[in-house]
């Protein structure tokens, strides 16, 4: 199972792009990447998930290389609403397969 | 509507004692998942279920057990509590292909504390 790393915190100021990156060396051929974000006193909730090069949607940007052994989440303009932890998780895309998360990184904006 | 919603949202209890957390989710999914997160937030799977069958069931004590009645409910029962299982207990659910499998939907949480 491919292991991810990331950091363990952040900071930002609102306003800022803020960029999360992720290495995962060992991923396979049939994993994709996902992006997890957790509120305190939350659970987590899914972001964005990619397999290569550049996904977009409402709430970030996913880069992954052509070697996919690291991503970046990008926040465009982050608020303070924003400050959460951030799980990078490598994901085989199986019926039923669990989500195995890391210590995520914790973003924290300030005003 | 809350998608997956669980009750009760916390749970104090001392040691010894019997009790059972609720999860209900009405997406339509047809798998289930518990998660602990410890104190270290550190959350990680425990057991899933598929169509009401066990499909992953990790090094979790066997005082823990979960119980499908149908695909909408994953309870877990939790015997003789221990300080250590105090913790945050998510339920999520998925559905391959749609949405698809990396995409699960987590309940609010159930913060269990033991005494």
């Known amino acids: 199972l491919a292991k991810t790393t990331q950091p363990i915190s952040m900071d930002s100021y609102e306003g800022q792009e803020v960029n999360i990156t992720c290495s995962h060396n060992?991923?396979?051929?049939?994993?994709?990447i996902t992006w997890y974000q957790q509120f305190p006193s939350q659970g987590p909730r899914f972001i964005i998930q990619?397999?290569?090069t550049k996904v977009t949607n409402e709430v970030a940007s996913l880069f992954i290389p052509a070697d996919r052994k690291s991503s970046t989440l990008s926040l465009p303009r982050v608020s303070l609403s924003d400050t959460a932890v951030y799980y990078c998780l490598v994901y085989s895309n199986q019926a039923g397969t669990a989500l195995i998360f890391g210590k995520g990184t914790t973003l924290s904006v300030s005003s | 509507d809350t998608a997956v919603s669980q009750t009760p949202k916390y749970l104090v209890t001392q040691m010894g004692n019997d009790k059972s957390i609720k999860c209900e989710q009405n997406?339509?999914?047809?798998?289930m998942y518990w998660y602990k997160q410890d104190s270290k937030k550190f959350l990680k799977i425990m057991f899933s279920?598929?169509?009401?069958?066990?499909?992953i069931n990790e090094t979790v004590p066997n005082r823990f057990s979960p119980k499908s009645p149908d695909k909408a409910h994953l309870n877990l029962h939790i015997n003789s509590l221990e300080l250590g299982d105090s913790a945050v207990y998510f339920c999520?659910?998925?559905?391959?292909?749609?949405?698809?499998?990396?995409?699960?939907?987590f309940g609010p949480g159930t913060r269990l504390t033991v005494t």
């Open positions: 997406l339509g999914h047809d798998t």
């Open positions: 999520a659910s998925s559905s391959c292909p749609d949405p698809p499998c990396y995409e699960q939907y």
């Open positions: 060992n991923i396979a051929t049939n994993d994709y």
């Open positions: 990619g397999y290569k």
């Open positions: 279920y598929n169509n009401k069958e066990l499909i």
